[in-house]
């Protein structure tokens, strides 16, 4: 049988974690589950799906060894349906091996991009103003972050599950990621846990920047949007999946209503 591995692409929604777990309890004849958890993880997470520890042991101990910065909630909202899903998924297919392979600094790494981003548009709110050479600086530096990892991340993968049947979870890098580990396995495709998902202003920017120069009029643009998203839509909502929902209901909905009118 040709080996495979199946990307699920996971936007960071707690809806799309819940779609992931089914896409992966639909799989047949998988060998292997990578996880986008912090390697360091991998001892603890193995032990919950064997029912070793319990979720919330799990949790604890995160928080002892320090391996995850906090608020240790704003990963375990969509973490979590994966993790409480792993003792059934290993209950119906015992010899399914888990592998977490990020690198273990990744998420306070990232964690300090996202700090920097969240200043400037803290900025941006208070003076109305984009500086955008800061802004493409703390860009530059997330996605050479990303890249970083990705160089770390594609050996391990390769390592731990090249040639068996393999379900890889991935964010919005999941192409990138495909197109580096492809030649690892007979088959290699990406499959998205929300196919309807719209990308939020700062995941376009980051996008788009990947790819291409950005101009100082759509750096402000995206800029702009992603402070309007942050304090219109997610400090007023009880969480990321309603913020989301809210502005596609209003800014992408609505115009699309409005222009067929």
């Given at each position: 049988m040709a080996s495979r591995v199946e990307i699920i692409l996971v936007p960071d929604l707690r809806s799309s974690a819940t779609n992931a777990v089914g896409?992966?309890?639909?799989?047949?004849?998988?060998?292997?589950?990578?996880?986008?958890?912090?390697?360091?993880?991998?001892?603890?997470?193995?032990?919950?799906?064997?029912y070793q520890i319990?979720?919330?042991?799990?949790?604890?101990?995160?928080?002892?060894?320090?391996?995850?910065?906090?608020?240790?909630?704003?990963?375990?909202?969509?973490?979590e349906p994966?993790?409480?899903?792993?003792?059934?998924?290993?209950?119906?297919?015992?010899?399914?091996?888990?592998?977490?392979?990020?690198?273990?600094?990744?998420?306070?790494?990232?964690?300090?991009?996202?700090?920097?981003?969240?200043?400037?548009?803290?900025?941006?709110?208070?003076?109305?103003?984009?500086?955008?050479?800061?802004?493409?600086?703390?860009?530059?530096?997330?996605?050479?972050?990303?890249?970083?990892?990705?160089?770390l991340e594609v050996p391990r993968l390769a390592l731990r599950g090249r040639r068996r049947d393999a379900a890889c979870l991935a964010g919005l890098n999941a192409f990138r990621l495909e197109r580096r580990i492809a030649e690892y396995w007979d088959l290699a495709t990406v499959r998205s846990a929300d196919p309807f998902y719209y990308?939020?202003?700062?995941?376009?920017?980051?996008?788009?920047?990947?790819?291409?120069?950005?101009?100082?009029?759509?750096?402000?643009?995206?800029?702009?949007?992603h402070v309007e998203y942050v304090y219109r839509y997610v400090l007023r909502s009880r969480d990321r999946d309603e913020a989301h929902n809210r502005w596609i209901e209003e800014k992408i909905f609505r115009a699309k209503k409005h222009h067929t009118l």
């Open positions: 896409l992966l309890h639909s799989r047949t004849g998988l060998e292997v589950l990578l996880l986008d958890f912090p390697e360091t993880l991998e001892d603890e997470v193995n032990r919950l799906a064997k319990t979720y919330g042991e799990l949790i604890r101990r995160i928080k002892q060894k320090r391996i995850l910065p906090e608020p240790l909630e704003s990963w375990t909202y969509t973490a994966i993790l409480k899903a792993l003792p059934r998924l290993k209950l119906i297919r015992p010899e399914l091996e888990i592998c977490c392979y990020t690198p273990g600094e990744l998420p306070f790494s990232a964690m300090e991009s996202a700090t920097k981003v969240a200043r400037l548009a803290f900025r941006v709110r208070a003076t109305g103003k984009v500086d955008t050479d800061e802004w493409r600086e703390a860009i530059a530096s997330s996605l050479t972050l990303s890249s970083e990892s990705l160089d990308r939020t202003p700062l995941e376009i920017l980051l996008s788009l920047s990947s790819r291409r120069e950005v101009s100082d009029e759509e750096l402000s643009m995206l800029a702009l949007a």
